[in-house]
């Protein structure tokens, strides 16, 4: 595949600016629990250089991720860094800690952090079809055979 801007648009090398709804569940300090939708903005470039000015800045970057990707319907943003970190209003404080779990979660979620494709076979020139993890699990434990040198130390 040559790298154009075609190629890169139907192979997923953009990413929408639509926020995805997803559905959180916290925890308050009496132990209930309630639902909430957020919206949320999947990681970009757009993200990455939120990323790289809140460590020039040196800003709380995880704080500066929840509040670029936590939007409202329309994408606007629904927290500051300092709302997240309880600057913006000493009273009120930082966000919770079962708070701050959900939003990354969903945040990895939409983003799908850590999922790798479901399978790693990929075609060869002769069109047939070569797995990278078929032949892992055949490995032999064989041991070194010991050197007919024996090694000596200087001393």
Do not use: W
């Amino acid at each position: 595949m040559n790298l154009t801007l075609e190629t890169l648009a139907a192979n997923g090398g953009f990413v929408s600016r639509q926020p995805v709804p997803e559905e959180i569940t916290i925890t308050n300090d009496e132990g209930e629990e309630y639902t909430a939708t957020v919206y949320v903005l999947p990681l970009s470039y757009v993200t990455a250089k939120s990323d790289i000015v809140a460590t020039q800045l040196k800003s709380d970057p995880l704080a500066a991720r929840i509040a670029h990707c936590i939007v409202d319907e329309e994408g606007q943003r629904v927290f500051t860094v300092e709302d997240v970190t309880g600057e913006a209003d000493p009273e009120r404080g930082p966000l919770s800690n079962s708070l701050t779990h959900e939003l990354l979660r969903v945040i990895g979620k939409v983003t799908k952090l850590g999922k790798r494709p479901a399978s790693s076979t990929k075609k060869t020139k002769s069109g047939t079809s070569s797995s990278s993890t078929g032949s892992a699990a055949g490995r032999s434990k064989k041991r070194k055979p010991a050197s007919a040198t024996p090694s000596s130390s200087a001393g």
